[in-house]
């Protein structure tokens, strides 16, 4: 089955400061990969996701770029705020003739500090 | 509309008790998840449903663990004699569109905490 690594399990940030946070996957089937993060307490929620035919994606200050042939994403933000502090997950999973459960990474806590 | 919703969000059981945990999910969605997320790590597939039938029980840890969804919208995920390492965070999501259709969000509900005992 799909494997999924995150890296680092901990990020610190100044604010305003970039923050990167990368993650491995093992399955070359994997077509959909979601960023989600969770505050303490709450629910995930997707923040912005990337298919494996696109190898960039953008949204305001969070980015997404997605290496095929490595087998690896990454998540960044820029102009880092507190209010970005959370834990963030990254998932793969395949969307076809499957339905798309999907696989997490361990977490990244990230603290942005005024 | 209403997001995921589950119930109860927090559960405390002796060992050996058995649980029941209830997920509605988006009106119109069909497909139905259910991760587990143990503290500090993040979620495991525990099993899928489209609409009332349970596609994929590969994420099961043990056959204590029973989930159903009979009339395609509302879900029960049942644990039988509960033990200490059954503790976490029980998510479900949901999502609209079927299998082979086009990449879909899963939602997620805010989770039911089981402590066990």
């Known amino acids: 089955g799909e494997n999924v690594e995150q890296h680092p399990s901990t990020l610190s940030v100044q604010e305003g400061d970039s923050a990167v946070i990368k993650c491995t996957y093992s399955?070359?089937?994997?077509?959909?990969f979601p960023w989600y993060k969770q505050e303490l307490g709450k629910r995930p929620q997707l923040i912005i996701d990337?298919?494996?035919?696109?190898g960039e994606k953008k949204d305001q200050r969070i980015a997404v770029t997605l290496n095929k042939t490595a087998k690896h994403f990454s998540l960044h933000i820029t102009e880092t705020q507190p209010e970005d502090s959370a834990v963030y997950f990254c998932?793969?999973?395949?969307?076809?003739?499957?339905?798309?459960?999907?696989?997490f990474g361990q977490g990244t806590i990230l603290t942005v500090h005024p | 509309g209403a997001g995921v919703s589950q119930s109860p969000r927090y559960k405390v059981a002796k060992r050996g008790q058995d649980v029941a945990l209830r997920c509605d999910p988006i009106?119109?969605?069909?497909?139905l998840f259910w991760y587990q997320q143990a503290l500090g790590q993040g979620p495991e597939f525990l099993t899928y449903?489209?609409?009332?039938?349970?596609?994929?029980k590969s994420g099961l840890p043990s056959d204590r663990f029973f989930a159903e969804r009979p009339e395609g919208s509302v879900s029960t995920l049942k644990i039988q004699r509960t033990q200490q390492e059954d503790s976490a965070v029980y998510l479900c999501?949901?999502?609209?569109?079927?299998?082979?259709?086009?990449?879909?969000?899963?939602?997620f509900g805010p989770g039911t905490r089981l402590t066990v005992l």
């Open positions: 449903f489209q609409n009332e039938a349970q596609l994929d």
């Open positions: 399955d070359s089937a994997s077509n959909y």
């Open positions: 998932a793969a999973s395949y969307w076809g003739t499957s339905y798309g459960k999907l696989t």
């Open positions: 999501a949901s999502s609209l569109v079927l299998a082979g259709g086009s990449y879909n969000e899963q939602f």
């Open positions: 009106s119109g969605h069909v497909s």
């Open positions: 990337i298919r494996s035919n696109v």
